[in-house]
């Protein structure tokens, strides 16, 4: 298995999956994450793309009911049908329609989605939040007194030397993607969820040509509410010291209670180096 050390900005070792300059999290299999090429596309299929911990969790819970129209969570976690986790022989056996999810960037999703158009949700969220959600849940997973610490993780993010790379490659490989008016995709913020959920339920239920009552859309959006669905997933979800960890707080702006000043100007001026031509520069100065 093609693990590699790296060190963090002081010189502390540590250790990711490596697949084809890609990095992931050490625990991953390196077939598995190898063949996502090569996984078959059914022409019912929905993908959700986006950087880790940008609210796939959400989204994948907002399209399962839109899909079944019934205002009913889903009785599995998204990670079921997530392509750098699961195998094709467990993919194959989903029933349709599937909820397909990555944070792969689209050069390495399987190679059917191009020539079949599948439709692609792609879920943005401020990096700095993004970051924040990342360092808590790798926390999770690694052993206590071994993870680096939020200013190295900082840096490290920045770099791209964490798992799934940078924020920002992944936005800008994604824009590129955009600007090609031949592929179904759309956008969806977080932010715009949390804060008007049955707006963004009506512009899902368009992009998937779903016809969605006006209740269902509403009935939908109570259900999602973050409360309530660590309530209802907490049972089945991954725990960490009795806490299901991908269910933290569901809120915006948490990085605030987060960054120095010094770690936030050191963050701001990469975005502005990074983003400063890129459509969505202005999201999140």
Known sequence: MPLTKLLDCKGNPYTLLDVDGTYFPPSFNWETVKNISNVNIRDDDVLLCG????????????V?????????????EKESQTLELQPEEVLSCLPSPRILNTHVQFHSLPAQVQKKKTKIIYLMRDPRDVLVSRFVLTSNYIAKGTMMGFDEYVVASAEGKVAW??????????????NEPDHPVLIVRYEETK??????????????NIDCPDQLVRDIAVQSDFTKMKTTKGDNAEKRDGDAIHYRKGITGDWKNWFTDAQTKYFNDIYTQKMKHSKFYEWYL
Do not use: C, Y
């Open 195 to 208: 804060q008007d959920p049955v707006r963004v339920i009506k512009s899902i239920s368009e992009f998937l």
């Open 51 to 62: 950087h880790a911990r940008s609210g796939t969790h959400l989204t994948f819970e907002l």
């Open 165 to 178: 790379g940078s924020w920002f490659d992944d936005v800008l490989s994604w824009e590129k993607l955009m």
């Open 64 to 76: 399962h009911m839109l899909l079944r129209r019934k205002a009913e969570l889903s009785p599995h």
